[in-house]
């Protein structure tokens, strides 16, 4: 399975941290968030990435090259304008081929198996499902018998981290879209599947929340 990591955010809540740095480089226990992410793709077997990115993304590909650093293969799919999650995953599919394939958020950390991921025959979509942080309480999704509901109820947040197939995307037009409705619409139609994770899973969107991922990693690594 390949795998992509969006890395095209501008990282506005970031600021003024981003403004000189894109977000995907940000530094925590001693190497960049990305590479954290390469680091686990690795571990679990899967060696062909592709990264999409905008604010600063040369300095993405400068600091990463084609990827032998750690013994995997980069793609890059730069992107002039950020074309949000749905946009910037339809302009890297000829990269990533017309299997399903794993998508990682850029700006989240987590010690998910991704190796562990897979799609069944005939869904659109897998999604990794966590517990709701105290900054996005009211959730995303319901999570029932392994399908992905929607509706009234204990929902849970999505975590950043789906399984894909291609063929979600086969309506949609160039340009910059949410991935968000994409997905509901397949929830509706009952063709995806999920999991909730109760690992470790942060979503690393402000400064203060950078720096107690620095702080947490810290203590995990002294294990």
């Not at 480089?25 to 954290?36: D, E, F, M, Y």
């Not at 890297?92 to 700006?107: Q, Y």
């Not at 950043?160 to 086969?170: D, I, K, M, Q, S």
């Amino acid at each position: 399975m390949k795998a992509m990591i969006l890395a095209a955010g501008r990282g506005e809540r970031m600021r003024p941290l981003t403004d000189k740095l894109p977000k995907p480089l940000l530094p925590v226990a001693g190497k960049p968030l990305i590479v954290h992410h390469i680091e686990r793709l690795v571990a679990a077997g899967i060696r062909q990435l592709v990264i999409n990115h905008s604010h600063l993304g040369e300095m993405i590909e400068a600091q990463l090259g084609a990827g032998g650093a750690w013994g995997v293969d980069i793609r890059y799919s730069p992107e002039r304008t950020a074309l949000e999650t749905g946009g910037g995953i339809l302009r890297a599919l000829p990269l990533l081929g017309e299997k399903p394939f794993l998508a990682i958020n850029g700006d989240v950390w987590s010690d998910i198996d991704y190796g562990s991921l897979r799609l069944s025959e005939g869904d659109m979509a897998h999604l990794v499902l966590v517990p709701n942080p105290v900054h996005h309480r009211q959730g995303d999704f319901l999570l029932r018998q392994g399908r992905i509901a929607q509706g009234e109820g204990d929902r849970l947040t999505f975590s950043g981290v789906g399984v894909y197939h291609p063929r979600l995307f086969e309506s949609c037009e160039p340009g910059v879209f949410p991935l968000a409705p994409l997905l509901r619409q397949a929830i509706g139609q009952g063709l995806v599947s999920g999991e909730c994770f109760t690992g470790l899973w942060m979503d690393v969107g402000t400064p203060q929340r950078l720096a107690q991922l620095e702080q947490q990693v810290r203590s995990w690594d002294r294990r």
